[in-house]
Nanobody, 123 residues
Framework: QVQLTESGGGLVQAGGSLRLSCAAS???????MGWFRQAPGKERQFVGV????????YYADSVKGRFTISRDNAKNTVYLQMNSLKPEDTAVYYC?????????????????WGQGTQVTVSS
């Protein structure tokens, strides 16, 4: 059974930083890991993705230069480092996995999802 568990969310002031973690279990082959977020009343949107090899990372324009995804495959954990946070970054953040060497930016491409962690950025 595949399980993704996010942690590290919380309340931070604008300009601050947070690091989210996503611990994966039960995946039987190499997988790409994406991060998405959903603000109240809005669609879930792509934030970034990292390939299994870590060679490929891709970010939404809204977070490029501020957010960084990394992973430790030995620990089956993926990280989302968020710097220079803005109030508009406030959302529930989800990690999602797809067992593929190719990275994807669309929600429907992912097979497994975590339960989400709340990030709130105050102005």
């Amino acid at each position: 059974q595949v399980q993704l568990t996010e942690s590290g969310g919380g309340l931070v002031q604008a300009g601050g930083s947070l690091r989210l973690s996503c611990a994966a279990s039960g995946l039987t082959s190499r997988y790409a890991m994406g991060w998405f977020r959903q603000a109240p009343g809005k669609e879930r949107q792509f934030v970034g993705v990292i390939s299994w090899s870590t060679i490929t990372t891709y970010y939404a324009d809204s977070v490029k230069g501020r957010f960084t995804i990394s992973r430790d495959n030995a620990k089956n954990t993926v990280y989302l480092q968020m710097n220079s946070l803005k109030p508009e970054d406030t959302a529930v953040y989800y990690c999602a996995a797809v067992q593929s060497r190719v990275v994807f930016t669309t929600k429907r491409s992912y097979d497994y999802w975590g339960q989400g962690t709340q990030v709130t950025v105050s102005s």
